[in-house]
């Protein structure tokens, strides 16, 4: 039995469908990518998985449990998960602000214990945010913001991780540094991580999986090498691609054959 599973689940705004027909599991100990062009439901599904929503038609399970009938502490005692946006507006430290991710396992005003205290140090110095522990949020850039809601999800250590672009706003080395951490929670600690990821190439060397979604359903599902063809990438996008294997790991990189480089004036 999966972890996490969608059966059959739709979704729609009003009269605009999102998603239709999408059934997926996820075990334990993966890292799966969701990838697809804008507006394909990625998000959506995110959602979906998170209980943030409830689906117009099927079912999410959690352990087989319907999880519409899940208590919400005890849901997010096993889900934890990051919005693709998230400003602050309390003027919360760093270290405070990764320390409510303790919150569903304690009550609202008790102290975290010594061994809680020990996670938040270990999950600020693995998002590289010791240093910037004693700043309050709202003062830090977006991509620091995006490193402290990664240290909390850490710190939930919740069962599944739900990360709608864990990636924005994030310089290159950063990327690749929260990447690995996030594969580790999942090799390391048997946690289900899925990721909305927008850059293909990230999402090939991080993901065990990955899920193309357009138009609201799934047009692949499998190993990235699988997923990321370039028949099923221009389907996708609308784009043609060159995907070749990285030269160290064999991850598939994938390569725009046509670049804005210069424009036609008429």
């Not at 689906?55 to 934890?80: F, M």
């Not at 709608?164 to 990327?175: F, I, S, W, Y």
Request: aromatic letters at 4%; glycine letters at 10%; charged letters at 20%.
């Amino acid at each position: 039995m999966p972890r996490l599973a969608l059966q059959e689940v739709g979704f729609a705004y009003g009269d605009d469908p999102i998603l239709a027909g999408v059934s997926l599991g996820f075990e334990a100990g993966t890292a799966t990518a969701i990838v697809g062009p804008n507006g394909s439901g990625k998000t959506t599904l995110l959602r979906l998985a998170g209980g943030l929503l409830l689906p117009s038609s099927g079912t999410v399970t959690l352990e087989g449990h319907d999880l519409a009938g899940i208590p919400r502490r005890a849901a997010a005692r096993r889900l934890a998960g990051i919005p693709a946006e998230e400003d602050s507006v309390f003027p919360f430290t760093v270290r405070e602000t990764v320390e409510l991710g303790r919150h569903p396992w304690r009550g609202a005003f008790a102290p975290l214990t010594d061994e809680e205290s020990a996670l938040v140090d270990v999950a600020l110095e693995r998002t590289a945010l010791t240093q910037l522990a004693d700043r309050q949020v709202p003062a830090l850039s977006s991509g620091e913001r995006q490193r402290v809601s990664i240290a909390r999800c850490l710190v939930q250590q919740a069962d599944v991780c739900l990360l709608d672009e864990p990636t924005a706003h994030l310089d290159l080395g950063q990327r690749l540094r929260m990447l690995r951490v996030l594969r580790q929670e999942a090799h390391a600690h048997g946690r289900t991580v899925l990721a909305v990821l927008h850059d293909l190439n990230l999402a090939g060397g991080f993901a065990d999986r990955i899920v193309m979604l357009v138009d609201g359903r799934v047009l692949a599902d499998g190993a990235p090498e699988d997923v990321l063809t370039p028949s099923l990438i221009e389907q996708a996008f609308g784009t043609p691609v060159r995907v070749m294997p990285h030269p160290d790991h064999g991850a598939p990189v994938v390569v725009p054959l046509e670049m804005p480089l210069e424009e036609t004036l008429s």
